[in-house]
């Protein structure tokens, strides 16, 4: 790859990582929840990062609702300075066996209120999921402003198809990787390439540097002729 191409990209990979922490809030244009990703079995942590896109009026009330589908039998909110929150358990109309044992009742909404996001700002509300499930969790979330505006989040991706406008935020969850799995092992075969190439290099570059065998003076003058 020619120097200049490759520095091109890397101006073009910095602009992007810069715009996604100096653009304001109002150019998400959308509820994400981060990280999106998590492991089934293991505690996830995640954010739903809610901006304020008005600019005359504030955030006030922020509701999460969880999928019934999938359903959730721990669900913690953070602390959040300045909020209330209450968690509504709703329970299921059947009992569902999981893989921490069977439920009888899921977490269905979580809901942050009293406090406000101001203009131009956002606002991070974390919450503990135990052991998801694995799968897509769509979470269809409601903003409500200071005008009694309520923004609802809850348009689900189609495949093939344009974002929607008012996407909900969604946490893909995967199953954990098999320990010998072919990424571990391909992983491990990279690194031991690596590895051996390097040495190798280690090796060259000494043989390079190895200083020309010692000649008596006589031996000397014989090479110069």
């Given at each position: ?19 996604m ?31 304020n ?29 300045g ?23 899921a ?45 609802r ?26 320990p ?15 590895l051996a ?16 065998p ?5 031996e ?6």
């Amino acid at each position: 790859m020619r120097a200049p191409h490759l520095r091109r990209i890397v101006a073009a990979t910095a602009v992007g990582i810069a715009a996604m922490f100096l653009l304001p809030p109002a150019a998400w244009a959308h509820v994400p929840v981060s990280p999106d990703t998590a492991e089934t079995g293991e505690r996830a942590t995640v954010a739903f990062r809610v901006p304020n896109e008005r600019d005359d009026a504030t955030t006030v009330r922020l509701e999460v609702r969880f999928p019934e589908d999938k359903p959730l039998a721990s669900v913690t909110p953070q602390t959040v300075a300045g909020w209330s929150v209450s968690v509504t358990t709703t329970e299921l109309p059947q009992p569902v066996a999981t893989e921490h044992g069977t439920i009888s009742e899921a977490v269905t909404a979580i809901v942050w209120e009293g406090g406000q996001i101001p203009v131009g700002t956002y606002q991070d509300f974390p919450v503990g999921i135990a052991s998801p499930p694995a799968g897509t969790l769509v979470m269809k979330t409601l903003q409500t402003y200071s005008d009694g505006q309520v923004v609802r989040w809850i348009d689900v991706p189609q495949a093939g198809q344009a974002e929607p406008e008012h996407p909900a935020p969604a946490l893909s969850v995967a199953p954990p990787a098999a320990p010998g799995s072919t990424s571990d092992t391909t992983a491990r075969v990279l690194g031991g390439a690596g590895l051996a190439a390097g040495l190798v290099a280690l090796g060259w570059a000494a043989v390079r540097r190895k200083p020309a065998p010692f000649l008596a003076v006589g031996e000397r003058e014989k090479a110069r002729l």
